[in-house]
């Protein structure tokens, strides 16, 4: 009792909202996609305790005090990632008011930070956490800059601060995109972001010279350049979004050079030069429906990308760039099965491998002890468009399924 009224005091002062996350769950019966060594477990039984996963396996004893969930029939997976979305900084697109990652200065762009404008009561976090998805980086777009500003990593679940890491990358554009904002051409493009990498180096190396004005001027405010040194020290990746396969070779060479932790998106040609992003070593977020080509650095563009990108070795994890449906990450990962890509590396690509890419396999990605109780049950394959989510639980919180959406389709009923 007195456990209960101290968590209970706890999460008013924090102002936690929904449910309490101090209980022991049990769910029973379940075919469990762990993404662990453990793999495919039959008759599986899941044990939660306080929010995180206590125990997963095949005849495991459950405890006496555990809630149990019946879930004979019922597929569990870790709960969806989406790697690149708009979630609480876009809620109506065609109004301006509402979208808050774009900035249109040039003063101030690789400071700019999604994270102090993310809106945790926005009505597309539920829309989106009701269908599985649990974990999502929000990324910013570019404005009158190829360098668009730093992302976030957010959970889905009920509590008023949805941030898990703010600052988790730096965004920025090259290909067609960054020419037209860099003047025009490709090549003054690569020079802008060469020149504001260098510029970050040089200043966080001088900076006493810089504030006594003894040394030269840079290309970059300030703030840019205090935001872009971790990322000149490799210490904050870098996703550059691009298409183009002679783009893709063109910043691969330029992270080498510079020493980058380096993330590409797009990719929509990775398949051209994928043994090329294998021997770097670079990861890429996909959208795997992206089978036609919107312009010409787009003209390879097949449903086959993410399916002989990992054949390549190439470490791939799924995004969509979207608010209101980055829910239907798990739609094209249907479809990247059914053109060549293997049901398990699809279902990866939305869990274990973003967790990895993120910095997050120590505590979300797979069905293992001591891991975030994120995790999904669903009323059929995953992966298939007809199969919908039963039960959803975000850092062990029962997730209320339903949204404005279900609550406009009940009233209207």
Request: glycine fraction near 10%; charge should be neutral.
């Amino acid at each position: 009792m007195k456990r209960a009224l101290w968590i209970l005091g706890l999460a008013a002062a924090m102002g936690v909202q929904g449910p309490l996350i101090a209980e022991t769950v049990a769910i029973t019966g379940a075919t469990l996609q762990t993404m662990s060594p453990a793999g495919l477990l039959e008759n599986g039984t899941l044990v939660i305790v306080d929010g995180r996963i206590a125990a997963v396996g095949v005849g495991i004893p459950i405890p006496p005090d555990a809630r149990r969930i019946d879930a004979r029939g019922r597929v569990v997976t870790p709960g969806l990632f989406n790697s690149l979305t708009r979630l609480g900084i876009v809620e109506v697109s065609a109004a301006e008011g509402t979208g808050d990652g774009q900035v249109k200065s040039d003063r101030i762009t690789a400071a700019f930070d999604v994270a102090d404008a993310i809106n945790p009561r926005s009505t597309l976090i539920a829309v989106n956490r009701i269908e599985g998805l649990t974990r999502a980086i929000v990324a910013p777009q570019p404005g009158s800059s190829l360098i668009a500003g730093q992302g976030a990593l957010i959970h889905l679940g009920l509590s008023a601060d949805l941030l898990v890491r703010e600052r988790v990358a730096m965004f920025a554009a090259l290909g067609e995109q960054g020419a037209e904002l860099a003047g025009g051409a490709r090549g003054a493009a690569m020079l802008r972001l060469r020149e504001a990498l260098q510029d970050a180096a040089d200043y966080a190396a001088h900076r006493k010279e810089f504030a006594s004005g003894d040394r030269r001027e840079y290309s970059l405010s300030r703030l840019d350049l205090e935001a872009l040194a971790p990322v000149a020290r490799g210490e904050q990746p870098l996703v550059v979004a691009v298409h183009r396969a002679s783009d893709i070779v063109a910043v691969l060479r330029l992270a080498k050079q510079l020493g980058l932790r380096l993330i590409l998106a797009g990719v929509t040609e990775g398949w051209k030069v994928a043994r090329e992003i294998a021997a770097a070593d670079v990861p890429v977020l996909v959208e795997p429906l992206d089978n036609l080509p919107q312009s010409f650095e787009q003209l390879g563009a097949t449903l086959e990308n993410a399916a002989r990108l990992r054949a390549a070795g190439v470490r791939v994890a799924f995004m969509n760039g979207d608010a209101h449906n980055a829910r239907n990450v798990r739609q094209s990962a249907g479809n990247a099965v059914a053109n060549g890509m293997s049901w398990h590396d699809a279902l990866a690509a939305m869990t274990i491998v973003p967790a990895g890419i993120w910095g997050l396999a120590d505590r979300y990605g797979s069905l293992e002890p001591g891991k975030d109780a994120d995790l999904v049950i669903w009323d059929g394959d995953p992966l298939e468009v007809t199969t919908f989510a039963d039960m959803v639980f975000i850092r062990g919180q029962e997730i209320p399924m339903e949204s404005r959406q279900t609550l406009l389709r009940d009233r209207y009923r």
